[in-house]
């Protein structure tokens, strides 16, 4: 399975691209919030180094943009069109899941609905530059060098506790109340083997 080709990159490497992304993106938007509002500040949704979007969004641009990669002003505005193309689309699918979405432009100029905002939109532009400029090339390396085994027990452990601790942040944010749950889950059993 781990040699499968996609895109002719095997899966291996673009879960551990997708890993790496998501823990980088993650650091970068938590360095970003603790500067702005001057505390240490965990900008995932959950409560892992984890952002997802950041995985997704730089291997899908790593693919969507290479062939445009060797012209810096081709580059820029695919990422800017992309990158903000992508977060207005999880901006309203968040919209339409939760009621709202997990970050508030509505103060920055130039926003739309609070969801994308031109500083934003500039940043996916400089984030397609640096994709192609150096940091791909770090991550792709750095992928080369793990060894293979710990490499996919580090992408199944990383993927794993994010998907239990996104399901337990989920279900908070839909107000699903576990342990009532499981009360009145144990309630009807008690009450099944009361009766047979």
């Known amino acids: 399975m781990w040699n499968i080709s996609i895109l002719g990159t095997d ?3 673009l879960i551990f691209w997708f890993v790496l992304y998501s823990m980088l993106g993650w650091l970068l938007e938590s360095i970003y ?8 500040t965990n900008r995932g949704f959950a409560k892992s180094p984890f952002c997802p979007i950041y ?22 505005i695919g990422g800017v069109i992309i990158g903000t193309s992508f977060e207005y689309f999880v901006g309203e699918l968040m919209i339409k ?10 103060k920055k100029p130039f926003n739309y609905k609070g969801i994308i ?18 940091l791909q090339e770090f991550i792709s ?14 992408c199944g452990t990383a993927i794993i506790i994010y998907l239990l601790d996104f399901s337990v942040q989920f279900m908070r944010a839909l107000n699903i109340n ?9 309630e ?3 009450n099944f083997r009361e009766k047979f």
Do not use: M
């Open 11 to 13: 899966i291996y490497h």
């Open 33 to 40: 919030k603790s500067v702005c509002v001057r505390k240490l």
């Open 55 to 76: 995985g997704f969004g730089f291997v899908g641009a790593y693919f969507i943009l290479q062939p445009v990669s060797q012209n810096t002003i081709t580059l820029f």
């Open 97 to 106: 899941i939760f009621g709202d979405f997990w970050w508030d432009y509505s």
């Open 117 to 134: 905002c031109l500083e934003s939109t500039c940043a996916w532009g400089l984030y397609a530059l640096c994709l192609f400029g150096f």
């Open 141 to 154: 390396a750095f992928s080369d060098y793990v060894d293979p085994t710990f490499g996919r027990y580090f």
């Open 178 to 186: 576990l342990s009532e749950r499981f009360h009145k889950l144990r």
């Open 188 to 190: 009807s059993y008690h």
